[in-house]
């Protein structure tokens, strides 16, 4: 499959926010730890879906269409705003709890992610420039 640079790097961020959903998002101290796989990491995971149709669906070699591209960058903002939520939650019970790599992983894959659809972070092209 042929995609567009900007699809090929949506899609990696996607992937990066999925793994991070397996690390730890809490952690127990000494009872162990929790992946991102309940409450509001759901919502994440939904992020995450959500993008990886984004760019499936539709010509995958032109970059985000103006429908499209919507759809990513709430998709995006879903994976980001899920982690902060969760991140939020954790000071609400009676043990202590301590959040995870994970977490803070998949915050800033869709952090990252959500500007790099919308155009403020942009990768150098390594194409190089023609000999004469």
Same mark, same amino acid.
């Given at each position: 499959m042929n995609f567009h640079k900007q699809k090929l790097y949506a899609l990696i961020i996607a992937g990066i926010a999925f793994i991070s959903l397996f690390l730890p998002w809490v952690s127990m101290g000494m009872f162990g730890s929790v992946n991102g796989f309940r409450s509001w990491g759901?919502?994440?995971?939904?992020?995450? !879906?959500? !993008?990886?149709?984004?760019?499936?669906?539709?010509?995958?070699?032109?970059?985000?269409?103006?429908?499209?591209?919507?759809?990513?960058?709430?998709?995006?903002?879903?994976?980001a705003v899920g982690a902060l939520i969760y991140y939020f939650n954790l000071g609400s019970g009676f043990i202590r709890l301590d959040?995870?790599?994970?977490?803070?992983?998949?915050?800033?894959?869709?952090?990252?992610?959500?500007l790099w659809v919308i155009g403020l972070v942009k990768l150098p092209d390594n194409k190089k420039p023609p000999t004469p």
């Open positions: 759901l919502l994440s995971f939904l992020g995450v !879906v959500g !993008v990886i149709v984004s760019c499936f669906m539709g010509d995958k070699s032109i970059p985000f269409d103006d429908t499209f591209k919507k759809v990513a960058m709430g998709s995006f903002a879903g994976i959040s995870g790599f994970g977490l803070w992983l998949c915050l800033i894959a869709g952090i990252l992610g959500l």
